[in-house]
C-alpha cells in the first residue's frame, strides 16, 4: 500500500527559499524564450537563485 500525500493550499505559512532560507515573500520572474514557446525562470527575491521553471501546460511535458 502506498501513502498518498495530500496538497493543501495555505496563505499562513510562509514558504523558505531552499537556497538562502528567507522567508520567500516576493519571487522574481524572469521572461525566457526557447523553441518550445516562452517560458518563465522563477528566482528568489535574496540570493537571486532559481526556484523553478514555468512548464505549458499540454505542450511539451505537462
Ligand atoms: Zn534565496
Known amino acids: 500500500m502506498t501513502e498518498s500525500i ?3 493550499e495555505t496563505s499562513v505559512e510562509t514558504p523558505l ?3 538562502c532560507e528567507q ?3 516576493r ?3 524572469r521572461k525566457v524564450k526557447s ?3 516562452v517560458r518563465f525562470l522563477y528566482f528568489c527575491d535574496h540570493c ?3 526556484l523553478g ?3 505549458r501546460k499540454g ?3 505537462g
Request: glycine letters at 4%; a positive charge.
Open 59 to 61: 505542450f511539451w511535458m
Open 35 to 37: 523553441p518550445f514557446g
Open 17 to 19: 527559499c531552499p537556497h
Open 6 to 8: 495530500e496538497i493543501v
Open 48 to 50: 537571486r537563485k532559481v
Open 27 to 29: 519571487v522574481n520572474a
Open 23 to 25: 522567508a520567500i515573500r
Open 53 to 55: 521553471v514555468s512548464h
